[in-house]
């Protein structure tokens, strides 16, 4: 039982049921990487990695993974139709939570010019997102936007709730 108890499972941190943060006008959240720490819009487009400036990169001194870490990626969504793209697998804490492995990628376009990067809401290492918007109507709309997560061995849904309304839920604000 003496060993059940050490194990690195037992000593991991429990994962919140609810992650609230406030839009104002965006949501935005600290993030620590590799010791150092960013400062990151939460993005309702994006799920599956963390997205960097290349200077926020080069800042928290990434490495691309070898071979495959570094490409040239061509569309329509980089300006002048493509980007230099590296990328490697990290440990990532979002504000006090947890910290999670997922993808980090730096680009050497700017992907936002107020911060140093974009994160999906469903990549908070949290059961809910929840996020508020104080300059909204009282009452508001919410909208719940689920998924199924693949690392889950139950298949329990996780989901990022948006609330476009002034209230909080839990009663804590977080930055």
Same mark, same amino acid.
């Given at each position: 039982m003496a060993l059940l108890a050490a194990s690195p499972a037992a000593a991991r941190q429990a994962i919140p049921p609810? +992650?609230?943060? =406030?839009a104002?006008? $965006? %949501? $935005?959240?600290?993030? +620590? @990487? *590799? *010791?150092s720490t960013l400062t990151v819009q939460v993005s309702l487009l994006l799920n599956g990695a963390l997205v960097l400036n290349q200077p926020a990169g080069e800042r928290a001194?990434? *490495? /691309?993974? %070898?071979i495959i870490g570094k490409q040239r990626v061509k569309g329509n969504i980089f300006p002048g139709g !493509?980007?230099?793209?590296?990328?490697?697998? +990290?440990?990532?804490?979002?504000?006090?939570?947890?910290k999670d492995g997922m993808y980090a990628l730096w680009i050497d376009k700017t992907i936002s010019a107020e911060t140093d990067g974009l994160i999906g809401a469903m990549d908070v290492n /949290? /059961?809910?997102?929840? @996020?508020?918007?104080?300059q909204a109507p009282k009452g508001g709309q =919410?909208? =719940?936007? /689920?998924?199924?997560? *693949?690392?889950d061995p139950v298949g329990k849904s996780c989901s990022a709730i948006c609330m476009w309304? !002034? !209230?909080? =839920?839990?009663?804590r604000r977080r930055p």
């Open positions: 609810v +992650y609230e943060l =406030t104002d006008p $965006v %949501p $935005v959240v600290p993030v +620590y @990487i *590799k *010791k001194r990434l *490495k /691309a993974f %070898p !493509s980007a230099l793209v590296r990328g490697n697998r +990290y440990d990532v804490a979002v504000g006090d939570l947890p /949290a /059961a809910r997102v929840v @996020i508020v918007r104080p =919410t909208f =719940t936007l /689920a998924f199924k997560s *693949k690392d309304t !002034s !209230s909080s =839920t839990s009663g």
